[in-house]
Nanobody, 124 residues
Framework: QVQLVESGGGLVQAGGSLRLSCAAS????????MAWFRQAPGKEREFVGT????????SYADSVKGRFTISRDNAKNTLYLQMNSLKPEDTAVYYC?????????????????WGQGTQVTVSS
């Protein structure tokens, strides 16, 4: 089992920045890819970005590429999402997820563990 707890969400004006964190616990000594997804009101959950266990491989949705950066600190068991140049359309609940293995993927079904989510609201 892996427990995930997100933090860092909030209200920010368009053009601003936020950094989300996701603290992981459990499943010691296991190596797994992680990702961020988001879900806006009335919309399906969508992929934001993913990162391999080592951090050497990252991938992003086109909508956030160049603005968002995913990173991880395995010593601290923490995943991050740095969000810059935020837009109102980035408003959503953001979820971190841990995969069953170390291969990063944008497919939500490949992620076995999910956090409770943190709200990000971008005002225009």
């Amino acid at each position: 089992q892996v427990q995930l707890v997100e933090s860092g969400g909030g209200l920010v004006q368009a053009g601003g920045s936020l950094r989300l964190s996701c603290a992981a616990s459990g499943r010691a000594n296991s190596r797994y890819a992680m990702a961020w997804f988001r879900q806006a009101p009335g919309k399906e959950r969508e992929f934001v970005g993913t990162i391999s266990w080592s951090g050497g491989i990252t991938s992003y949705a086109d909508s956030v590429k160049g603005r968002f950066t995913i990173s991880r600190d395995n010593a601290k068991n923490t995943l991050y999402l740095q969000m810059n140049s935020l837009k109102p359309e980035d408003t959503a609940v953001y979820y971190c997820a841990a995969a069953r293995d170390r291969i990063p993927t944008m497919i939500s079904a490949e992620y076995a563990y999910w956090g409770q989510g943190t709200q990000v609201t971008v005002s225009s």
